[in-house]
């Protein structure tokens, strides 16, 4: 009779322990599929899977932060902001949140728009017929070389905006030397449009910033960053080398706008490009050189910088600057 209990309550741990086992199981596979979904900029896919996540942990601070980040991804702006205020905490992400998603309600409901087959334009003010569809046929032919160079497609459409007042430069303070950004839409000043020899190479590096974006969902060192979108739009290649101190990584990893020296500002954006030069030289600097520089980016979100870099160089970030001193 003992051992009959005995076999029992032992069949009972067993089954239990097995049930919970297949269900963190399942747990860990919806977790990778969600992640997936987020470095493809399948926002659906990954919303579809937060929620199902949320129903067995609905006080899960992180997963109910990734959902508001999913409704402004997906430009459901109201929604985000009504979710963000219904939850019962507060942070400084979800405060970011709503600033920009009401920014960008007020901006899809103020500006002119048109479209072509890969970007929604968004324009402030009356800018010419021709310079709007000036920026688009542009911005077609740049989407093409780009995704050629890397051999990727963005799963979603894009936007720029082309902007004359200042409250639609974006969200964030921005030293006097930034015009054109990239923060989730293209931001270009209209202005920019009456100099060709200026706007289509500024056209080329925001759009390269919009696809690194779209190829990873890690946090990519500005010199990784910049220094690519550098040599993509191949107006800089004439620099002389700058003169002074160089700089240390760290200046060279957190983000520029910080920088409120031009000439210092000069210098780190001179080095992310020489940086970036050298990976692709290393691998010849062909289409190769191109495709592997992406698969690297891709690899950050798993590896992180140090780990990609050495799995397709085989050097550090440290290693790298140190080489092109």
């Excluded at 405060?95 to 002119?112: P, S, T, W």
């Excluded at 910049?226 to 739009?233: F, P, R």
């Amino acid at each position: 009779m003992v051992l009959l209990v005995l076999f029992i309550f032992v069949a009972f741990v067993f089954i239990t322990y097995s049930k919970k086992n297949a269900e963190f199981e399942e747990r860990e596979a919806m977790v990778k599929e969600t992640n997936d979904c987020l470095a493809a900029g399948d926002w659906k896919c990954a919303e579809r899977n937060v929620r199902e996540l949320l129903k067995a942990e609905p006080n899960d601070t992180n997963l109910r932060m990734h959902l508001a980040g999913l409704l402004l991804e997906q430009e459901r702006y109201k929604e985000c902001v009504s979710y963000i205020e219904s939850l019962d905490f507060m942070s400084e992400k979800l405060d970011y949140f709503i600033v920009k998603a009401k920014r960008l309600e007020q901006e899809m409901e103020n500006l002119g728009v048109e479209k072509s087959m890969h970007f929604r334009l968004e324009f402030d003010g009356s800018p010419s017929k021709k310079d709007v569809m000036e920026a688009l046929a542009v911005l077609e032919v740049a989407y093409d070389s780009i995704s050629n160079l890397f051999d990727f497609l963005p799963e979603n459409k894009m936007s720029l905006v082309l902007y004359q007042e200042k409250e639609y430069q974006g969200v964030g303070p921005r030293p006097d030397w930034v015009a054109a950004v990239f923060d989730g839409k293209l931001r270009v000043p209209v202005n920019l449009m009456a100099y060709r020899e200026v706007y289509r190479p500024v056209l080329f590096h925001e759009l390269t910033h919009s696809f690194v974006r779209s190829m990873t969902r890690a946090q990519v060192p500005l010199w990784m960053n910049e220094g690519i979108a550098m040599v993509v739009d191949g107006s800089h290649n004439d620099e002389p080398r700058p003169i002074g101190s160089y700089p240390n990584l760290k200046s060279l990893t957190d983000p520029f706008v910080n920088e409120s020296n031009t000439e210092k500002a000069k210098k780190l954006y001179w080095f992310s490009k020489r940086m970036v030069q050298e990976l692709l030289w290393r691998d010849g600097g062909g289409a190769d050189a191109f495709r592997n520089f992406a698969k690297c980016l891709q690899d950050l979100q798993e590896l992180g910088t140090d780990g990609a870099l050495k799995k397709h160089y085989g050097m550090t970030a440290r290693d790298l600057l140190e080489s092109v001193k």
